[in-house]
């Protein structure tokens, strides 16, 4: 790839991107890429030919195919932030430094940002009366100084959620399935509580800057709200407030407090995994969403995780796609000052390519040529219908779950390693076929 970039150049980005404490940013966007390329699709080609790393500067940006379709996002650790705003003139001039070419490409090729963990509950909450929005204040610098969307993720979910707001005593040292056995979980008013309190404080403390919420995740499973034997105490302690004969009350409780406190201009989502192949689960979040808006309960969207595999069926990821759409009609009939303002967003998308005979195996597989191209093809036929979808104002953003390959919770599974490719980054944060793929179906409904 060519390399016109002079070095003063070079470290004069370099400069500009972590000397920034109490300076006005500079434009990033700008100052990463060359401003000369025309996005075309012969340019694209030309490109798709050689070898690019994610942080060249005269690499076209990923995110400028998809403008005035969909915001393009990325999930990321805030440790891969963590050279944000450093003026140390040592670790400036190691511009090939793998977590600031991390960086670049982070505020490079997206425009919508998402922490990966560190806005979950147990980190921001972790006892009472103490609140950590550390990291999320790193998200909110990041987004600004690149002109980026943020989404929240997330406020309720089962998992990576305070041991202590489910306990009667939240000193109690005992674990969850004990103070269950023990009756010594915490009541309906405590946990109702404790929820309404932190939402109080997150929304207050971020309502100017994150404007996208995962409200709440991974309520359900294949057929309705989670149980103490999906690892949920929601349900079980919150229960069915309102006699209606349903016990996800809790979300109920989520989403009114998000809205009371963090205002009517916030975009409030229910996000899930599944969503994109499971049947009885897309119907259970149809008719829990709909019963909701027709309760008054204001939900601005549902999020697809999309953990797929290489083997997913694409028709019939559109064929869900399609049912949960449908919750638009009864959206805008609900809140017609607010019509059209539904929306389902992709949020968490990366694809395994353990299928098949690989399932179950373990270790650190090296990728073939026709793998790669296999997973290309794979996520261009994706893309492609997403922007079907985004053309008809259903869609209006997609965002990947991890900045490469290296850093992509899929290289774990059942707490052992293995080496899996799921992402449109490799390890060495080279551009893998799928990061081509990827634009070329940009480009075709673009010049469509």
Known sequence: MKKFLSLALAFSVCLSLFACGGMKHPDYKTELTDQELNYSADELEDYAAMECSVDDYDLPAL??????????????????IGYFGNKDIDILQESRNTEVRTMKGILKHYNMYVLGNELKSDHCNPSEGVYNFDDG?????????????????????????????????????SSLQDCYKNGTLASREQLTERLETYITELMTHFKDDIKIWDVCNEVLNANGIRQVADDSYWAEIIGDVDGNGYADDYVEIAFNKAREVGGEDLVLMINDFNLEWQDSKVNAMYDMVERMLRKGVRIDGVGFQSHIGLDCNVEKY??????IAGLSEVYDECFPEYKGNFRIQITELDMNMYVGALANEYGFRTWSDEDY???ADKY????????D???EGVIDAIVFWGTDDENSWLNSMNGKLRRNAALIVDRDLTLKPAFWSVARAAIAHRDS
């Open 318 to 323: 559109r064929q869900c796609i399609e049912k």
């Open 389 to 391: 979808f985004a053309d």
């Open 380 to 387: 261009y036929e994706l893309i492609d219908m997403f922007l």
């Open 373 to 375: 191209q296999k997973q």
């Open 137 to 173: 204040d790193k998200l909110v610098e990041c987004g600004k100084a690149a002109g980026a969307q943020l989404r929240g993720h997330t406020i309720v979910w089962h998992s990576q959620v305070p041991q202590w707001w489910f306990k009667a005593d939240p000193n109690d040292g």
């Open 63 to 80: 995110y400028k195919y998809f403008e005035g379709k969909v915001s393009l996002g990325v999930a990321f650790g805030a440790n891969q």
